[in-house]
T-cell receptor, first 111, second 114 residues
């Protein structure tokens, strides 16, 4: 059974810092890995998807990497802003039976 | 651009009552999913469907039933609600199993069982 762990569980940094969120998974036989953002009381917004054959994806200030051999993915946020404050979730896709999620990293960017 | 729409957004039930949560997607997606999100537990898969007329159990299916009579709709039913089913329920859909196809999520249904 796939298990996904996200570290740290919570993070608070000053505005402008670059930061890295970590996601690890136990089964490397994944189709893809998705990073989501969730604001309080809201649904999940897809940020980036990395296919199993890819090493990284970029969107604006966000960069996600994937290392299947080590079972790790990272989400890099450059020049953080208060609007980046949210919970970030990673989900590994292994097939028809949906995504396996980590518990998330609660991020606070201090103005 | 409706995407994935969930109704209702909020509901309070008494123990033993029944209800149905509706998920509708307008993207012609084959795959649909129901997850629940609980504090400290993350999102867990309840049931899923790989196409019209099909359903399958996920990680936490007990106490729930589902139906996919139409491709665009995926219904989640609680026959006899229990306080342990208090949660936020999310529906998601994806086009197919290609590795470049993301899952799209609805805004959730917040359900409280008293």
């Amino acid at each position: 059974k796939q298990e996904v762990t996200q570290i740290p569980a919570a993070l608070s940094v000053p505005e402008g810092e670059n930061l890295v969120l970590n996601c690890s998974f136990t089964d490397s036989a994944i189709y893809n890995l998705q990073w989501f953002r969730q604001d309080p009381g809201k649904g999940l917004t897809s940020l980036l998807l990395i296919q199993s054959s890819q090493r990284e994806q970029t969107s604006g200030r966000l960069n996600a990497s994937l290392d299947k051999s080590s079972g790790r993915s990272t989400l890099y946020i450059a020049a953080s802003q208060p609007g980046d404050s949210a919970t970030y979730l990673c989900g590994s896709g292994g097939g028809a039976d949906g995504l396996t999620f980590g518990k998330g990293t609660h991020l606070i960017i201090q103005p | 651009n409706a995407g994935v729409t969930q109704t209702p957004k909020f509901r309070v039930l008494k123990t033993g009552q029944s209800m149905t949560l509706l998920c509708a997607q307008d993207m012609n997606h084959e795959y649909m999913y129901w997850y629940r999100q609980d504090p400290g537990m993350g999102l867990r898969l309840i049931h899923y469907s790989v196409g019209e007329g099909t359903t399958a159990k996920g990680e936490v299916p007990d106490g729930y039933n589902v139906s996919r009579l139409k491709k665009q709709n995926f219904l989640l039913g609680l026959e006899s609600a229990a306080p342990s089913q208090t949660s936020v329920y999310f529906c998601a859909s994806s086009k197919d199993l290609s590795s470049n196809q993301p899952q799209h999520f609805g805004d959730g249904t917040r359900l409280s069982i008293l």
